[in-house]
């Protein structure tokens, strides 16, 4: 990381919103699939790529924004810490 230029360091900070740190090969890879999935979204919905954490601030925008509950919901399951707790891509 120290080798990389600031504006690598930039578009690296971009894309690890989008993945997991210390996954194991036993990860279950498409609940991974679902919590890039739903970064993704928040991305969409707030019609720009943040670099800051997903939290309640994030919720509350959304829903000012007139996200609906149901969607906001979905969005919460998808980025549970615990893969388990992500729904699976039919739900």
């Known amino acids: 990381m120290k080798q990389l230029s600031e504006a690598q360091l930039e578009e690296n900070l971009k894309v690890s919103r989008y993945k997991i740190d210390n996954l194991s090969p036993d990860s ?6 679902i919590y890039s999935l739903g970064v993704l979204f928040v991305d969409i919905l707030m ?5 800051h954490e997903i939290n309640k601030n994030t919720f509350d925008m959304l829903a000012s924004e007139g996200v609906s509950d149901s969607m906001l919901d979905l969005i919460d399951s998808m980025l549970s810490q615990i893969p388990e707790g992500r729904p699976s891509i039919s739900e």
């Open 47 to 51: 019609n720009k790529i943040t670099t």
């Open 28 to 33: 279950k890879w498409d609940k991974v699939d």
